[in-house]
């Protein structure tokens, strides 16, 4: 099993920035992948970026460009470093780990709210 809490979520204005993080309660090295989802009210939940140990990161056609996932090993971490946001960007973000066994996990999520 492994526990994520994510942080770094909060209110910025269109153009801003903001870096999520998302930390797992044991060592990351043999996660087979980490991503990020969101979900808006009314929608369903998406993938927004995921990255795989051995592969290029991949991201949602709305964010490319703009967002970057990082996966720190040593720190037990996955970040999402946000850029450029927009209105539609505001979304409860979730972390999640998926493990070689099949077995998926998720975060508590962080509320993003972009708005002036």
């Known amino acids: 099993q492994v526990q994520l809490v994510e942080s770094g979520g909060g209110l910025v204005q269109p153009g801003g920035s903001l870096r999520l993080s998302c930390a797992a309660s044991r060592s990351i090295d043999s996660i087979r992948a980490m991503g990020w989802f969101r979900q808006a009210p009314g929608k369903q939940r998406e993938l927004v970026a995921i990255i795989s140990s051995g592969i290029s990161p991949d991201y949602a056609d709305s964010v490319k460009g703009r967002f970057t996932i990082f996966r720190e090993n040593a720190k037990n971490t996955v970040a999402l470093q946000m850029n450029s946001l927009k209105p539609e960007d505001t979304a409860v973000y979730y972390c999640?780990?998926?493990?070689?066994?099949?077995?998926?996990?998720w975060g508590q999520g962080t509320q993003v709210t972009v708005s002036s």
């Open positions: 999640q780990a998926r493990t070689s066994g099949g077995n998926n996990y």
